[in-house]
Antibody, heavy 118, light 107 residues
Framework: QVTLKESGPALVKPTQTLTLICSFS??????????MSWIRQPPGKALEWLAR???????FYSTSLKTRLSISKDTSKNQMVLRMTNMDPADTATYYC???????????WGQGTLVSVS | DIQMTQSPSTLSASVGDRVTITCRAS??????LAWYQQKPGKAPKFLIY???SLESGVPSRFSGSGSGTEFTLTISSLQPDDFATYYC?????????FGQGTKVEIK
């Protein structure tokens, strides 16, 4: 059974760095072909993909946010980490982690964690 | 960046109706197009991938079609559980973009 769960601060101040952790089970990020992503959704707005990390440690970022993002993994803990620098009120959103399929979709999602910047 | 435009933004329909949602891409993205259903306060649910492949466990009343830059999600007979917001999403060259969403509400 695949499960994912995000954790991190509910509130951060402007200019601070946000660190989010995705803890997952039912698969391993060290298995060939496995990919995971971070996606966010501001209140009442659409989804926005942020970053992806692959089993071989390849990393990919949203063009518009790449200077502020860093994605990493700890395969021994079955965790994925996102760091976003210089937080702004416009970054207030629910942040999701999701397993990313080879066909370009996201098949399993965490419940999301709401991060407010104020 | 590739832009994804969904229409309509809101759709009012009744149980039993056939519903079609359109998603247009600013450039050719075939076949990397997926669809999701999202209910308030919940994470999106993966419905369709590669334009028309149904994810395991998704009811057969959902179908996807299209190619190139224009794609559709069809619900053949709307059920009470289907009232939600639907998103299309593309993948190309290590980048992913979602549409702005279509809310399907009760007429």
């Amino acid at each position: 059974q695949v499960t994912l769960k995000e954790s991190g601060p509910a509130l951060v101040k402007p200019t601070q760095t946000l660190t989010l952790i995705c803890s997952f089970s039912g698969f391993s990020l060290s298995t060939s072909g496995v990919r995971m992503s971070w996606i966010r959704q501001p209140p009442g707005k659409a989804l926005e993909w942020l970053a992806r990390i692959d089993w071989d440690d390849d990393k990919f970022y949203s063009t518009s946010l790449k200077t502020r993002l860093s994605i990493s993994k700890d395969t021994s803990k079955n965790q994925m980490v996102l760091r976003m620098t210089n937080m702004d009120p416009a970054d207030t959103a629910t942040y999701y982690c999701a397993r990313t399929t080879e066909y370009g979709g996201f098949d399993f999602w965490g419940q999301g964690t709401l991060v407010s910047v104020s | 960046d590739i832009q994804m435009t969904q229409s309509p933004s809101t759709l009012s329909a009744s149980v039993g109706d056939r519903v079609t949602i359109t998603c247009r891409a600013s450039q050719n993205i075939s076949p990397w197009l997926a669809w999701y259903q999202q209910k308030p306060g919940k994470a999106p649910k993966f419905l369709i991938y590669k334009v028309s492949s149904l994810e395991s466990g998704v009811p057969s009343r959902f179908s996807g079609s299209g190619s190139g830059t224009e794609f559709t999600l069809t619900i053949s007979s709307l059920q009470p559980d289907d009232f939600a917001t639907y998103y299309c999403q593309m993948y190309k060259t290590y980048s992913y973009t979602f549409g702005q969403g279509t809310k399907v509400e009760i007429k």
